[in-house]
Nanobody, 128 residues
Framework: QVQLVESGGGLVQLGGSLTLSCAVS????????IGWFRQAPGKERDGVAS?????????YYSDSVQGRCTISRDNDKSTVTLQMDSLIPDDTGVYYC????????????????????WGRGIQVTVSP
């Protein structure tokens, strides 16, 4: 059974940094893509970053976070981390990590509808 648990959210000031972690279990580490998504109030769930965790291959950053976020993995801890820097109010939202076998995900995009296993989400709020 695939399980994903997000941690590390909270309130941060404009320009600050935050590290989100996604603890994963229940599947073969090498075969899966992990995606980070953000959902702002009243908006759709948008892709932020993704990685094929087996080879540690970064697949996607959204234009809105390119250069400000870094996705990485820790094999020993079975976690995928999203480091976010230079945060702005538009980064506010509930952040979710999701998992899907890599052969089921089309590269070059990050769409919520392509993922079937999800964490519960964690709130990130950036104050002006």
């Amino acid at each position: 059974q695939v399980q994903l648990v997000e941690s590390g959210g909270g309130l941060v000031q404009l320009g600050g940094s935050l590290t989100l972690s996604c603890a994963v279990s229940g599947f073969t580490w090498d075969d899966y893509i992990i995606g980070w998504f953000r959902q702002a109030p009243g908006k759709e769930r948008d892709g932020v970053a993704s990685m094929w965790i087996g080879p540690g291959r970064v697949l996607y950053y959204s234009d809105s976070v390119q250069g400000r976020c870094t996705i990485s993995r820790d094999n020993d801890k079975s976690t995928v981390t999203l480091q976010m820097d230079s945060l702005i109010p538009d980064d506010t939202g509930v952040y979710y990590c999701a998992a899907e076998p890599q052969w089921k995900v089309q590269y070059g995009r990050l769409l919520a509808r392509d993922f079937t296993s999800w964490g519960r989400g964690i709130q990130v709020t950036v104050s002006p």
